[in-house]
C-alpha cells in the first residue's frame, strides 16, 4: 500500500507521498479564492498519484485535478472519478503517455485506453506542444491538461520554452472567465547563479556581506519574460 498524506496549508494543498523519495503533489490557489480537497473514491496503486481541488473564487466553482503517473497514467482506475462532475474540470499532470493523438511516433495499451476514454468522455486535450526534453535533445509530450469541452473555447494554453533547468517545460493554462493576468514569468539562470555564487563562498567574509553577495547574484541572474500574447496551439 502507498501510504500518503493530505495537508491544507492555505493558499497550498498537499499530497505528501511518504513511503519513498520523491513523487507528492502540490497544488495552489489564490488568497482571494478558497477551496477544499475532493476524497479519491478509488484505489490507488503505488504509481499513480492524484489530487483533487474544489475551487471557489466569486462566483465560480470549478475542480483543478492535478496528477503524476511515472509508470503511465492507467485511466480504467480514474475514469469514473473524472467523469462524476458536473462543474468546470481542468486536469494536469505528467500523464506519461504517448500517441499519435499528440505526436509521438508510438502508442501503448495504457495510452490506447486513454485516447479511448478522451474521445468518448466530455473532455478535450489542451495542447499538442511538447513539454519534456531528453538529454539527446528529442522531444515528447507527457505533461498534459485536459478540460471540459464545454469550457474549451474560453481556455488557452501555452507550452513555455523558459525550463527552469528541469528536463520539463511549464505549462500556462488561461481561463476567460478568470480575471486577466498579465502573462510573465520569472526566470532565473541557474548555472550562472551557480557559478557566481561558488566564487562568492571561496572568500573570507562576515556572514552579512556574504548574503548581500549571494542576494545580488541572484538578483542580476534574474529577469522577468513576458510570454507571448498570441502564440497558443490550437
Same mark, same amino acid.
Given at each position: 500500500?502507498?501510504?500518503?498524506?493530505?495537508?491544507? &496549508? %492555505?493558499?497550498?494543498?498537499?499530497?505528501? !507521498? #511518504?513511503?519513498?523519495?520523491?513523487?507528492?503533489?502540490?497544488?495552489?490557489? $489564490?488568497?482571494?479564492?478558497?477551496?477544499?480537497?475532493? /476524497?479519491?473514491?478509488?484505489?490507488?496503486?503505488?504509481? @499513480? =498519484?492524484?489530487? +483533487?481541488?474544489?475551487?471557489?473564487?466569486?462566483?465560480?466553482?470549478?475542480?483543478?485535478?492535478?496528477?503524476?503517473?511515472? #509508470?503511465?497514467?492507467?485511466? =480504467?482506475?480514474?475514469? #469514473?472519478?473524472?467523469? *462524476?462532475? *458536473?462543474?468546470?474540470?481542468?486536469?494536469?499532470?505528467?500523464?506519461?503517455?504517448?500517441? /499519435?493523438?499528440?505526436?509521438?511516433? %508510438?502508442?501503448?495499451?495504457?495510452?490506447?485506453?486513454?485516447? =479511448?476514454?478522451? #474521445?468518448?468522455?466530455?473532455?478535450? &486535450?489542451?495542447?499538442?506542444?511538447?513539454?519534456?526534453?531528453?538529454?539527446?535533445? *528529442?522531444?515528447? &509530450?507527457?505533461?498534459? *491538461?485536459?478540460?471540459?469541452?464545454?469550457?474549451?473555447?474560453?481556455?488557452?494554453?501555452?507550452?513555455?520554452?523558459?525550463?527552469?533547468?528541469?528536463?520539463?517545460? $511549464?505549462?500556462?493554462?488561461?481561463?476567460?472567465?478568470?480575471?486577466?493576468?498579465?502573462?510573465?514569468?520569472?526566470?532565473?539562470?541557474?548555472?550562472?547563479?551557480?557559478? @557566481?555564487? +561558488?566564487?562568492?563562498?571561496?572568500?573570507?567574509?562576515?556572514?552579512?556581506?556574504?548574503? !548581500? %553577495?549571494?542576494?545580488?547574484?541572484?538578483?542580476?541572474?534574474?529577469?522577468?519574460?513576458?510570454?507571448?500574447?498570441?502564440?497558443?496551439? $490550437?
Amino acid at each position: 500500500m502507498k501510504i500518503t498524506s493530505f495537508v491544507h &496549508l %492555505k493558499p497550498y494543498f498537499y499530497l505528501d !507521498r #511518504q513511503d519513498r523519495p520523491g513523487g507528492g503533489l502540490i497544488t495552489g490557489i $489564490p488568497k482571494t479564492a478558497s477551496g477544499i480537497i475532493i /476524497p479519491i473514491n478509488f484505489s490507488h496503486n503505488t504509481n @499513480q =498519484e492524484i489530487l +483533487a481541488v474544489e475551487v471557489f473564487y466569486k462566483d465560480l466553482n470549478f475542480i483543478i485535478i492535478n496528477l503524476y503517473a511515472p #509508470q503511465g497514467l492507467n485511466i =480504467e482506475r480514474a475514469k #469514473q472519478f473524472f467523469d *462524476s462532475f *458536473s462543474v468546470p474540470v481542468f486536469i494536469f499532470g505528467d500523464f506519461n503517455l504517448h500517441h /499519435p493523438l499528440w505526436g509521438s511516433d %508510438k502508442s501503448s495499451p495504457l495510452s490506447n485506453d486513454f485516447v =479511448e476514454w478522451l #474521445q468518448n468522455s466530455s473532455f478535450v &486535450l489542451n495542447s499538442s506542444n511538447p513539454t519534456y526534453a531528453t538529454h539527446t535533445g *528529442s522531444a515528447s &509530450l507527457l505533461d498534459l *491538461s485536459v478540460c471540459f469541452a464545454s469550457i474549451s473555447h474560453g481556455v488557452d494554453c501555452y507550452v513555455s520554452d523558459t525550463n527552469f533547468e528541469s528536463d520539463h517545460c $511549464p505549462v500556462i493554462i488561461t481561463w476567460s472567465k478568470l480575471e486577466h493576468i498579465s502573462k510573465k514569468m520569472k526566470t532565473i539562470d541557474w548555472n550562472r547563479t551557480m557559478s @557566481q555564487s +561558488a566564487n562568492v563562498l571561496t572568500t573570507k567574509t562576515n556572514l552579512n556581506v556574504l548574503t !548581500r %553577495k549571494i542576494s545580488e547574484v541572484i538578483r542580476d541572474n534574474t529577469k522577468i519574460i513576458t510570454l507571448p500574447a498570441n502564440n497558443y496551439p $490550437p
